[in-house]
């Protein structure tokens, strides 16, 4: 078991590091031929640290082996390695979080107390027409704060979008942020206010390693309060901004806890127009980042261990305080999302993901992911043609959560030597009897629980749902026959 295990957390500590959402390294979408190649070649890029498991004061097993370490900076690379260079901490960060029905008519307010002279008000055009865009700005004018509207966000950014914006903000100079719409909203104000905080700086310097130089924040940045209105992505919690890096076609971000928003607004109101197959996307990316920061590589087993504080990263590995908030999430997601999809008005359930949303992102935002979000990137990005139900975006998309989730059964038979008393006990919580179940089993246990779950709520049959025919898995040197084989079973998983 115990070579398994080593197995498991080496190509997990590839995947994980590689996440661009999670991590400080780049996902490279390649050409023509390249599901395997693509998440592969991520993993050559290098190694961080985004993969976290048990943070319990108790004792675990050989097995199982959660230990807890932290995560360092964006620039540093991260692996499993030797007892000596590895991190012996791990820190949490996260927003503010203020949560309520309607509470997003406070926002006004919030800046008049900042005595901001000027805010830009980041969204899109969607949400602009829509209750969250209009409640931010009405609140805005009956306070008398001053704002300019940059409603110019492009859903998955760019660093040509992103630069968009930064020119943007030069020129008004803003003194304040608010960002009312999904990850792609919040993630654009923080690019924005962290250039415009840093007139000296080029684009690249604060870009994750290899693509940039990964330059460590030490600037207090402008207050940022970010208005969710999607149940998924948790960037109201997190130091991460994503974007699609156009000259390598790469996507990474900027990974630094100096990015975080200074308060989070989360209005259940906001989420009442998402149509269900929304709903569902944006919830399984709620319930893959719990489960995948739950059952990471250990923060004490993660290196190199920093040098200075400061380099360690956001993302540190699964540690006691993040298993908390993923665990409760998880159990949420289990519960409500089936009922927000099978009822658009049991608003009690979509009050439950948008919290979950949240409470994952607490936990992943300082633990990270691995497998299920690095595999996700060439799947999404190499679609050709096929347009999600419920998505009126005008141009072919396998939603986020849609593309983590379908390699969930498969990853997690894969992930379960490295802890499975773990893959065990999230597999009671889907139902499944474990009374009897043997440690070796803990796989094909919560692989089955995930099928069954998933094909409840309608999910696609796998990766060939979206168009992908084997031939499209090619080689490559970096843990071919591991990564080959995850994208093989996830081909179909009913």
Known sequence: MAHQRRAVLSLMASMGSHCPCHSPSPIQRLPPRPLAVSAAAAAAAGSAPVIGSNPHPHVHSSTCGHNHAH???P???ASVAGERDVDYAFEMAASSIRYGNGVTAEVGLDFKNLKSQKVAVFTDKKIAGLLPGKTVVDSLTRAGVPFVVYDSVRVEPTDSSFKDAINFVRKEN??????????????TAKAANLYLCHPENDFLDFVNAPIGKGLPIKKKLLPLIAVPTTAGTGSETTGVSIFDYEPKNFKTGIANRALKPMLGIIDPLNTRTMAPEVHVSSGLDVLCHALESYTAIPYNERSPRPRD???RPAYQGSNPISDMWSLKALGMCIQYLPRVYRNPEDYFAQEQMILAATFAGIGFGNAGVHLCHGMSYPISGLN??????GYEVGHKIVPHGISVAVSAPAVFQFTSPA?????LEVAQMFGADVSNAKLSDAGAILSDALRKFLFNLDVPNGISAFGFERSHLAPNPVNEEKLERLFENSFTIY
């Open 71 to 73: 995560n360092g900076a």
């Open 75 to 77: 620039r540093s690379l």
């Open 174 to 187: 803003p003194d304040a942020f608010v960002a009312v719409g999904g990850g792609s909203v919040i993630d």
């Open 309 to 311: 504080p400061i380099e």
């Open 384 to 389: 050709k043609s096929y347009r999600h139900k």
């Open 419 to 423: 802890c499975p008393e773990r893959h």
